[in-house]
């Protein structure tokens, strides 16, 4: 099955904040949202964003509604996760996977959002493993690839590449 690929961002388009998996640190969001808008981008942080139940960002039906009404939005034109953690597992079996092909946008993010992108991978969708906002985003771009994640996001410049030298292994032998 070919790789479905969400339309590339232009500036000013709409990205929506959801969390999907662990509690969001309000100051760190904030922070992270501005680096976002100085980006050129404009912000719409889901409602619920900053609940918290136990050890993820609000009930499973709160993370729900927010992936779905983002999903839904047609002023929403990409999705970025807060953070990771956990939770986002739990989430996959509640959410109603057909929006993410019927309303197709780029959703950034990793760690526990992994399962995200592995149920878009299994529907043929291409998703963004990337910086996330409250904690990449919000410690500035010396914490994340600037030109990477623009790149991702819009298609313009050029990808992150390695060079020579660069990677280096953490134990001697082979693989």
């Not at 953690?85 to 990793?110: E, F, Q």
Request: hydrophobic letters at 40%; a positive charge; aromatic letters at 4%.
């Amino acid at each position: 099955m070919p790789s479905l690929k969400p339309r590339a961002l232009s500036p000013g388009d709409l990205i929506g904040i959801a969390a999907p998996a662990g509690p969001v640190d309000e100051k760190r969001l904030a922070r992270g949202v501005r680096e976002l808008e100085a980006l050129g981008f404009s912000v719409r942080v889901a409602p619920g964003v900053l609940e918290r139940e136990r050890f993820t960002a609000g009930t499973v039906e709160v993370r729900r509604e927010q992936l779905e009404g983002l999903l839904a939005d047609p002023e929403v034109a990409a999705i970025m996760c807060a953070r990771g953690g956990a939770g986002a597992g739990r989430l996959l079996s509640k959410l109603d996977t057909s929006l993410l092909r019927t309303y197709l946008k780029p959703v950034v993010g990793y760690s526990d959002i992994t399962w995200l992108h592995l149920a878009m991978g299994r529907l043929g969708l291409v998703s963004v493993h990337g910086p996330m906002v409250a904690r990449e985003l919000a410690d500035g771009e010396g914490a994340y690839e600037r030109a990477s994640l623009l790149h991702a996001l819009t298609g313009r410049g050029e990808p992150f590449a390695s060079r020579p030298g660069d990677a280096h292994p953490l134990r001697r032998g082979e693989g």
